[in-house]
């Protein structure tokens, strides 16, 4: 991110839309939170790391969610039960393995990102079309906050 002056006033600002945001966010977080297969938050969101990512360690794997180590192998034992990732051997580590999803796994993040999607698309269905190109205009910015561009 690039340092950026802040004029007087700004930082009261930031921090009323900083507190609009978290509440807005939040809220439409729950609302189209997707079923996924059953898969709780946590557990979609390791999913999607390793179908984005992997495959991978399930300590890195821990490390981008930003979860114990504990936590990740749970998470691991019941996508692996449940067919929507595969182990294989680290050739560098016997006592390591990486992990990696199936096609059931790609197929359970694509439903649910649609779900999502769907979701969305409901909640935006009652805005003028001035209200729809605002959230557009910000969907940038919004996007550079974290890290992550248009096509993500």
């Known amino acids: 991110m690039t340092d950026r002056a802040v004029p007087d006033g700004a ?49 890195d794997v821990a490390r981008i969610e930003v979860v114990a180590a504990p936590s990740i192998t749970r998470a691991i034992a019941d996508l692996e039960g449940r067919g929507l990732i595969t182990r294989s051997p680290d050739p560098a580590d016997g006592r390591s393995f990486f992990v990696e999803a199936t096609a059931a796994g790609a197929d359970a993040v694509l439903r649910a990102r649609s779900e999502r999607a769907e979701r969305v698309a409901a909640l935006l269905v009652g805005l003028t079309g001035e209200e729809l190109e605002l959230i557009a205009a910000a969907l940038d910015p919004l996007e550079a906050t974290v890290g992550q561009g248009s096509s993500g």
């Open 11 to 59: 930082d009261a600002r930031r921090t009323e839309v900083a507190a609009r945001l978290a509440v807005a966010v939040g809220r439409i977080n729950r609302r189209i939170r997707p079923a996924a297969d059953g898969l709780s938050h946590g557990l979609l969101s390791a999913l999607s790391t390793i179908v984005r990512t992997g495959p991978l360690r399930p300590g």
